[in-house]
């Protein structure tokens, strides 16, 4: 009875020959399929779902290092953008703020205003208009008093 090879002890040397002869593992084979379809003007496109998958992972390898600096770029040009808004947000805090006190003096003064003018009607008001007080009699000595020497009359 015969043993079927996948069943028969390997020996490494022979799967190297084996690989040599048959021109390497698979991922040789792929690439040769990739620069050959590449030379005859045709896209690499993988077939099966193992060849996608290993097709995406060389891909991302290649990329990365664009991924990693467009990712980097990404922020720095994120940072260049905050940094104008949050001035122009401290500017518009200062304005704001400005606008503020300026309209609570304008209330202040309006207020300052309106007390002193209140106050002058108020003393308008009460000012008492002259009154006409009658003369008071003058005591005058009388003849009589003098007469008698008592000087003033009573």
């Not at 002869?21 to 045709?42: L, V």
């Not at 980097?72 to 001035?87: D, Q, V």
């Amino acid at each position: 009875m015969t043993v079927h090879r996948s069943c028969q002890p390997q020996d490494p040397e022979c799967d190297r020959a084996d690989d040599q002869a048959r021109g390497g593992d698979g991922g040789d084979r792929a690439a040769r399929a990739a620069i050959g379809t590449s030379r005859a003007g045709r896209d690499y496109a993988p077939v099966t779902l193992r060849g996608v998958f290993n097709a995406a992972v060389t891909e991302a390898r290649r990329l990365s290092v664009y991924i990693e600096r467009g990712t980097e770029w990404l922020r720095e040009i994120g940072r260049r953008a905050r940094e104008p808004a949050a001035r122009i947000a401290g500017l518009a805090e200062v304005a704001a703020q400005t606008l503020r006190q300026a309209a609570q003096e304008r209330h202040a003064a309006e207020a300052a205003r309106q007390e002193r003018q209140a106050r002058e009607l108020a003393r308008q008001a009460v000012k008492p208009e002259p009154t006409i007080v009658p003369k008071q009699s003058i005591k005058v000595p009388s003849i009589v008093a003098l007469s008698k020497g008592r000087g003033f009359s009573r």
